[in-house]
């Protein structure tokens, strides 16, 4: 029962929110809000933003995976590696690294506006205007090295889309540095590590990234030489995961097996990891990140932005559950002990994934999972491949990423569609088409960017490890080796043996000490 | 006359073991897990597609001091209790032992390894 007189009290307030309400109103419908554009543009930047932040989370995938593949004695020099190599690439490619790959990224097609992420400048996180159009090295539209954006200075900080920009390159750059660690991983020195860790963030990746999504010579071939849309590689089967798997396989090849690997007759002996646990969540921690790895690769969720994630993000899902698939069975009907094994599986899930990252945007359902099902069988013939020409590879990085890159690369030369969304791509007008669409010409283009990534990154990271290893930067010492990295180059166990016996653990007594033989 | 008895059993076989010694009323007793193999052939595994064979087994060894006239009681019911017929069940040494100290109570000899409800209170020895 209201009681008016109780309620007076009210009315002040109750007159003050509504006449504070209807005037805020007027003065908000003066005062302009976002646009449209801005929404988009925003839309996009977040979406490039929170995919970059699952493709961080890889790391943690990495770490795991190459950790529970190795033994114990090494763990905690695994793990260091795993974890350091995302901040010095971090400070590398801060300093010159993108610079050098998407400093001229807006100098090829300055004009192209909105749609832009089928060609080379990511237009849609914005106006670029006046920044990344410089080279340090080119021939007319021919970009070899790219010169702006060191440091990110000359008034980025409050340019939004190039700082998501470098956060999702930096990232991807971070995937690509820490696929050596695990091919070199037991005998590697902490001091060769972390040069690696700056020649990757720093020369390799940057140099041949840039030739394919910062514009360079590679992503050109559509527009110079006609070879369909020059090197297509949405999301970097060929850009990260080929290039780190080719460091890999240079690194694998220099430091040499490790000791106890191969009998002097040449046969191998088994080495196992000591936590197949932590391989396992590592690979579902990488097939989670993978998710911000290729759907966010469309630089864009608004218009043909959202069709390209979403194709991207359903086929990657496909790829590498075929990949597992495949692999499980291969080892189960083929393998040694015909039983289902879990570490291959493993590499099977990755190698589904990293040859669908390239693709992933530009075939159908079908597609996907013919490229992942291949990949899973690819990736069991290399390992066996490799233990055949004596290359010691303790975790597959080599077979995942270095053989199934070429084959991400390849496939979208023969499974691409040609569906509308992809038109445009790289300044061609046309669609991406491979071979069984029609399309002739994409396969060249893309066995030229296999083919650059193996003389130039491979190449070059070979003499790289050579200088390393002349300089005694490379490989660790036999003891050293012997007994763990663990303790020598870290100075700490990565599984304590002594903790719970050290100094600071009292002994319970039942009363203060009054004698030897108390209360009998 | 005390005595050390180590059986070296399956480590599955380690429960079934503990609570049959425990129901005849042997209390102290400690184990290792120790790897090792008598004639049983290794078992073949595989990692990442190379195979070997793990031919040193996980076991679980049994300590267990007393005095002579139970010895024989505890290997029947470890004996029982380990069986499975398959290769790899397991062996059992026994050893004399010189003396025995409870650091607790610094008793020795006999004293150190009797307990309340032991197997020899139950049977209404005491010494």
Partial sequence: ?520 | MTKKIEAIIREEALDPVKDALHAIGIVGMNIFEIRGHGRQGGIPLSWRGTSYSMDLIPKIQLNIILSDNNVDKAIEAITKAAHTGKEGDGIIFVYPVEDVVRIRTGERGHAAIMYPDDIDTRSGKKK
């Fill in chain 1, 1 to 520: 029962m209201l009681r008016k007189r109780k309620l007076r009290w009210l009315v002040t307030p109750v007159i003050a929110m509504v006449l504070m309400f209807t005037v805020n109103g007027i003065v908000a419908a003066q005062t302009a809000g976002p646009t449209t554009d801005d929404l988009a543009t925003s839309t996009n930047i977040m979406w490039t933003l929170i995919t970059g932040f699952l493709v961080f989370f890889m790391q943690a995938g990495f770490a795991l995976v190459e950790t529970g593949f190795t033994r114990s004695k090494n763990a905690a020099h695994t793990m260091m590696m795993n974890m350091m190599v995302f901040c010095i690439g971090a400070l590398g490619y801060w300093l010159v690294g993108f610079a050098f790959q998407f400093g001229g990224v807006n100098f090829t097609f300055p004009a192209l506006g909105k749609l832009a992420a089928n060609s080379f400048a990511p237009g849609t996180l914005g106006d670029l205007t006046g920044h990344l159009d410089k080279w340090l090295i080119r021939f007319g539209q021919t970009g070899i090295l790219g010169g702006d954006g060191f440091m990110l200075t000359r008034g980025v900080r409050d340019i939004s889309g190039i700082l998501a920009f470098f956060l999702f390159q930096m990232v991807f750059m971070d995937t690509a540095a820490t696929i050596p660690t695990g091919a070199m991983a037991e005998r590697l020195k902490f001091t060769g590590f972390v040069l690696m860790g700056f020649w990757v963030s720093m020369v390799v990746y940057p140099l041949v990234g840039g030739w394919v999504w910062g514009g360079g010579w590679l992503a050109n071939l559509g527009r110079t030489a006609g070879l369909g849309n020059g090197a297509v590689d949405f999301a970097g089967s060929g850009v990260v995961h080929m290039i780190g798997g080719a460091v890999a396989l240079a690194g694998a090849l220099v430091i040499g097996p490790r000791i106890g690997r191969f009998n002097a007759d040449g046969s191998p002996n088994a080495m196992p990891g000591h936590n197949i646990p932590m391989g396992v969540l590592g690979a579902i921690i990488l097939f989670f990140g993978w998710f911000g790895f290729n759907p966010g690769s469309s630089l864009a969720f608004v218009g043909t932005g959202r069709n390209l994630a979403a194709n991207a993000a359903v086929n990657t899902l496909l790829a590498g559950g075929a990949g597992g698939v495949a692999a499980m069975l291969y080892m189960w009907w083929f393998g040694p002990t015909k039983k289902p094994d879990p570490g291959l599986s493993v590499n099977g899930i990755l190698a589904g994934l990293v040859a669908i990252t390239s693709p992933c945007a530009f075939v159908n359902s079908v597609g996907a999972v013919a490229i992942g099902l291949i990949a899973g069988v690819i990736v069991c013939f290399a390992v066996f491949l490799l233990e055949k020409l004596h290359i010691d590879d303790p975790v597959g990085a080599v077979p995942v990423h270095f053989f199934n890159g070429i084959w991400g690369l390849i496939s979208v030369g023969i499974f691409a569609d040609g569906a509308a969304s992809s038109a445009g791509w790289n300044g061609v007008d046309g669609p991406v088409t491979g071979l069984l669409f029609g399309g002739k010409t994409q396969i060249v283009a893309q066995l030229a960017e296999v083919a650059s990534i193996f003389v130039v990154v491979g190449g070059l990271s070979f003499l790289f490890f050579k200088v390393l290893a002349a300089l005694k930067l490379l490989r660790s010492e036999p003891e050293h080796e012997l007994m763990g990295l663990d303790m020598p180059e870290m100075g700490a166990q990565g599984y304590s043996t002594v903790d719970v016996h050290m100094h600071g653990s009292a002994l319970p007594r039942q009363s203060p000490r009054i004698g030897p033989a108390s209360g009998r």
